[in-house]
């Protein structure tokens, strides 16, 4: 078995009605519904303030090298989320303008980069979203190993081929193919509560008195007293 230079294209996506139904939800309100347990640290930021939402197609390379990457944009689907498992090294970017141009011409969903990306005006003016740790101007190699449809580590989260990914201006936060449709209650339910409450704060109808005991009540089941 060619350990490294391997390619896993069969894997099972996350409906495409789930796609649609996150394309509106708030990472922060998803991240509230997973205990925060889902979302992506270390670093990784959005390059061009635009919004991701889609399903993971996932890549693993050495530090500096995206001879696979290259390669995965012939064989990912319209809507994926290329996700480069670059080992968090940004010394030599994995993603440039060149790689953007032609993931839009094949209606590729973004990027997503545990490492470094170039050409920043490229990306400013892509369609498509980019995430990415940090930015350098020095190209990288084309070598290999790397392999596609495995497993991956992006900002400190586990992202397995198919898992849903969101991400906009706060970040981004993945979600397991198989708790997408249950999550999404759960989503739908906190973001109206917040709304509603956000909406009376700014009208000066919200509680107070709701909000002291929320909070207090929970300093003090934690030992807190009052000096």
Same mark, same amino acid.
């Given at each position: %078995?060619? *350990?490294?230079?391997?390619?896993? !294209?069969?894997?099972?996506?996350?409906?495409? #009605?789930?796609?649609?139904?996150?394309?509106?939800?708030? #990472? &922060?309100?998803?991240?509230?519904?997973?205990?925060?347990?889902?979302? %992506?640290?270390?670093?990784?930021? #959005?390059?061009?303030?635009?919004?991701?939402?889609?399903?993971?197609?996932?890549?693993?390379?050495?530090?500096?090298?995206?001879? *696979?990457? /290259?390669?995965?944009?012939?064989?990912?689907?319209?809507?994926?989320?290329?996700?480069?498992? $670059?080992?968090?090294?940004?010394?030599?970017?994995?993603?440039?303008?060149?790689?953007?141009?032609?993931? +839009? /011409?094949?209606?590729?969903?973004?990027?997503?980069?545990?490492?470094?990306?170039?050409?920043?005006?490229?990306?400013?003016? &892509?369609?498509?979203?980019?995430?990415?740790?940090?930015?350098?101007?020095?190209?990288?190699?084309?070598?290999?190993? $790397?392999?596609?449809?495995?497993?991956?580590?992006?900002?400190? /989260?586990?992202?397995?081929?198919?898992?849903?990914?969101?991400?906009?201006?706060?970040?981004?936060?993945?979600?397991?193919?198989?708790?997408?449709?249950?999550?999404?209650?759960?989503?739908?339910?906190? !973001?109206?509560?917040?709304?509603? +409450? %956000?909406?009376? %704060?700014?009208?000066?109808?919200? #509680?107070?008195?709701?909000?002291?005991?929320?909070?207090?009540?929970?300093?003090? &089941?934690?030992?807190? &007293?009052?000096?």
């Amino acid at each position: %078995m060619a *350990v490294g230079f391997r390619a896993y !294209l069969d894997f099972e996506r996350v409906d495409e #009605s789930l796609v649609k139904e996150y394309q509106t939800i708030p #990472s &922060s309100n998803i991240g509230d519904c997973v205990k925060r347990m889902n979302c %992506m640290f270390g670093g990784i930021k #959005s390059f061009n303030k635009k919004r991701l939402v889609g399903a993971a197609f996932t890549i693993k390379v050495p530090a500096g090298d995206n001879l *696979v990457a /290259q390669m995965a944009l012939d064989y990912a689907k319209p809507g994926d989320i290329i996700v480069i498992d $670059g080992a968090g090294y940004q010394d030599r970017a994995l993603v440039g303008g060149m790689m953007l141009a032609y993931a +839009e /011409q094949r209606k590729l969903g973004g990027f997503v980069v545990n490492g470094a990306v170039r050409d920043i005006e490229d990306i400013k003016n &892509s369609t498509l979203p980019v995430f990415a740790i940090g930015a350098t101007p020095l190209g990288p190699y084309r070598e290999g190993p $790397g392999e596609i449809g495995v497993p991956v580590v992006c900002g400190g /989260q586990v992202v397995m081929p198919g898992d849903l990914l969101v991400g906009d201006a706060d970040g981004l936060v993945v979600i397991p193919r198989q708790d997408a449709g249950e999550l999404l209650e759960a989503v739908h339910k906190n !973001l109206a509560m917040e709304q509603t +409450e %956000m909406a009376h %704060m700014k009208d000066g109808t919200y #509680s107070e008195e709701k909000h002291k005991k929320l909070f207090t009540d929970a300093f003090l &089941s934690r030992g807190g &007293s009052f000096a």
